[in-house]
């Protein structure tokens, strides 16, 4: 299929991707790069953020050990996992147990850290981190 970009056709098969960048923007590199890297190491990229909502916005509750694999996959590549509970109203058992519990054990050198979550989710989380396994915030 062919795709129109400013009237210039693209003939390409597969995944086209766009970025526009302010030219006159204030945001330095660096200081994207430092919000996921070490304060030592900044281009390390230690850190990540994984923004649940994305994962709910088809009305979709997360509540299954299935969910919580799939969105712990390849966390163990970072130091710090922030887990971003923003738009989530509800999450269930498994899905905590799978994340702060099954994993969090499995993988002690990466710190889960969980925010913006609801007050339902929030005392959800912290009842089920009682045991040590993350840490909410």
């Known amino acids: 299929e062919s795709v129109q970009f400013r009237n210039h056709p693209l003939n390409r098969t ?8 302010a030219l006159d923007s204030t945001v330095r590199p660096t200081d ?6 070490s304060g030592d190491a900044p281009l390390d990229f230690s850190r990540t953020q994984v923004p649940l909502r994305l994962l709910t916005d088809n009305g979709l509750t997360l509540d299954s050990r299935a ?10 590549l970072f130091a710090t ?16 147990d799978e994340v702060f ?9 990466v710190a889960l850290q969980t925010t913006r979550a609801s007050e339902r989710v929030d005392r959800l989380l912290k009842g089920a981190m009682r045991g040590g396994a993350g840490t909410a915030g």
């Not at 969910?67 to 163990?76: D, M, P, T």
């Not at 519990?101 to 050198?109: C, E, I, L």
Request: aromatic share 14%.
């Open 67 to 76: 969910q919580a694999r799939w969105v712990v996959s390849r966390l163990e």
């Open 81 to 96: 996992a922030e887990l971003d509970f923003d738009g989530v109203d509800d999450v269930g058992p498994s899905f905590i």
């Open 101 to 109: 519990r099954v994993y969090a054990k499995a993988h002690p050198q």
């Open 32 to 37: 994207a790069y430092g919000a996921f890297g």
């Open 14 to 21: 597969g995944t086209t991707v766009f970025v526009s960048l």
